[in-house]
């Protein structure tokens, strides 16, 4: 039971966002509300804490879930927006956004879910083999890096000085401006530029490109003079 509900639970995280909404609690905490496209009936809303409200999907932790269907009498919530709503005011919070990315298909598990809970055994006599094996690839797809080769940077040698202060490096990296995963512009003091990539420093000519090096990225460096300049 233990090694269907682990396994089910990575499948469930794998999945596609159907419904997001960010809320920031009274002591400050950010939390998303999620819905995904492998999401069951008792394991509905998963909620997860952030650093901010644009942390990467990657960093979020967990903290709780709920069912999809509220038993009593009268009911706090009965689709995503009334649950935002019943959530923040159960726990003082402010909604601060609020984005359904796939409305039928939310539509659609509002009436029906594919599984009734992370608990049972999703073998393939719960659906084909094929959509079994597919659903797996996806979970390890959302958790492997993927990128084009040369972008790709070697994270556990984060440690060591690879930039001088008179670099400039462009490398894939998890963006907290925009949340994905992109190449940009790191600057030596620690600041990061989220729009601005290898086109645009070739292009700027207060640069000088360097080329490419594994484990480090595209290499830049400030130029002494710039060309036409006067003093």
């Known amino acids: 039971m233990f090694e269907n509900s682990k396994r089910n639970k990575q499948i469930v995280l794998g999945s596609a966002i159907v419904a997001k909404a960010t809320v920031r609690r009274e002591n400050g905490r950010i939390e998303f509300l999620v819905v995904f496209q492998e999401s069951t009936r008792h394991e509905f809303y998963w909620i997860f804490s952030g650093k901010r409200q644009r942390s990467p999907r990657r960093s979020w932790r967990y903290v709780g879930m709920q069912g999809r269907d509220f038993n009593t009498d009268h009911k706090p919530y009965c689709d995503f927006g009334s649950f935002v709503d019943h959530y923040a005011r159960l726990h003082q919070?402010?909604?601060?956004?609020?984005?359904?990315?796939?409305?039928?298909?939310?539509?659609?598990?509002?009436?029906?879910?594919?599984?009734?809970?992370?608990?049972?055994?999703?073998?393939?006599?719960?659906m084909s083999a094929a959509r079994f094996d597919k659903i797996n690839k996806r979970a390890g797809y959302q958790s492997a890096p993927h990128g084009f080769f040369?972008?790709?940077?070697?994270?556990?040698?984060?440690?060591?000085?690879?930039?001088?202060?008179?670099?400039?490096?462009?490398?894939?990296?998890?963006?907290?401006?925009?949340?994905?995963?992109?190449?940009?512009?790191?600057?030596?003091?620690?600041?990061?530029?989220?729009?601005?990539?290898?086109?645009?420093?070739?292009?700027?000519?207060?640069?000088?490109?360097?080329?490419?090096?594994?484990?480090?990225?595209?290499?830049?460096t400030y130029r002494t003079h710039l060309t036409g300049a006067t003093g």
């Open 150 to 220: 040369f972008n790709l940077r070697d994270r556990a040698s984060d440690n060591a000085v690879f930039q001088s202060k008179d670099e400039v490096l462009v490398y894939e990296d998890i963006c907290e401006d925009c949340g994905t995963k992109h190449a940009f512009a790191h600057f030596s003091d620690g600041k990061k530029l989220c729009n601005v990539g290898f086109v645009e420093m070739r292009n700027n000519p207060g640069f000088e490109y360097r080329g490419y090096q594994n484990q480090i990225g595209f290499r830049f």
């Open 93 to 126: 919070a402010q909604v601060l956004t609020v984005r359904v990315y796939h409305a039928r298909r939310l539509a659609s598990m509002l009436t029906k879910t594919q599984h009734e809970t992370i608990h049972a055994d999703w073998t393939p006599q719960d």
